[in-house]
Antibody
Framework: EVQLVESGGGLVQPGGSLRLSCAAS????????MHWVRQAPGKGLVWVSR????????IYADFVKGRFTISRDNAKNTLYLQMNSLRAEDTAVYYC??????????WGQGTLVTVSS | QSALTQPASVSGSPGQSITISCTGT?????????VSWYQQHPGKAPKLMIY???NRPSGVSNRFSGSKSGNTASLTISGLQAEDEADYHC??????????FGGGTKLTVL
């Protein structure tokens, strides 16, 4: 069974940093692109970032460029999102999702990030 | 990249059909066939319901169908059932090699 489990969310002050993790199991992690998608409370889904299966290419939404870094460790079957210079508007549930040819076919349960003083 | 435009809410009675629209631009919905639809129940993760405009993943009911005309994609749910009540989100790959989602549509089954 394909499983994605996010962790690392929590309460952080504005300007602070947080690193999210997504542990993958049930499939060959190194074969797939991966994404981070977020959802602010009561709002819609917003795409954040994508990384190639081998980690050689990454791309970001404009609103996180220069602040967030997506990475992966294929030996550990784990996806990461390093988030720096956090703002109140970054408050959201962050989901990791597997890419299956330009669609996100499997999602984790999400981890909540709250940016507040 | 601006979000795709979806109606905030739609409703229908059991057994009826409803359609949710998703309007973008020639840089996303109108520029390729990588349009997807996701169902999300409260407090749950999104679930892929339609991909590549009109394809259903294994296990998804054939009551769900998708289509596209120009810059607007549509999700149709026929034979509405109580369990269909959820939020529905559209998504498209873009010409900038990014993805964009719609604002989501709340479906109420009356």
């Amino acid at each position: 069974e394909v499983q994605l489990v996010e962790s690392g969310g929590g309460l952080v002050q504005p300007g602070g940093s947080l690193r999210l993790s997504c542990a993958a199991s049930g499939f060959t992690f190194s074969d797939y692109w991966m994404h981070w998608v977020r959802q602010a409370p009561g709002k819609g889904l917003v795409w954040v970032s994508r990384i190639y299966s081998d980690g050689t290419d990454t791309i970001y939404a404009d609103f996180v460029k220069g602040r967030f870094t997506i990475s992966r460790d294929n030996a550990k079957n784990t996806l990461y999102l390093q988030m720096n210079s956090l703002r109140a508007e970054d408050t959201a549930v962050y989901y990791c999702a597997r890419d299956a040819r330009y669609r996100q076919d499997c999602w984790g349960q999400g981890t909540l990030v709250t940016v507040s003083s | 990249q601006s979000a795709l435009t979806q109606p905030a809410s739609v409703s229908g009675s059991p057994g009826q059909s409803i359609t949710i629209s998703c309007t973008g631009t020639s840089s996303d919905v109108g520029g390729n066939n990588y349009v997807s639809w996701y169902q999300q129940h409260p407090g749950k993760a999104p679930k892929l319901m339609i991909y590549d405009v009109s394809n259903r993943p294994s296990g998804v009911s054939n009551r769900f169908s998708g289509s596209k005309s120009g810059n607007t994609a549509s999700l149709t749910i026929s034979g509405l059932q109580a369990e269909d009540e959820a939020d529905y989100h559209c998504s498209s790959y873009t010409t900038s090699s990014t993805w964009v989602f719609g604002g989501g549509t709340k479906l109420t089954v009356l």
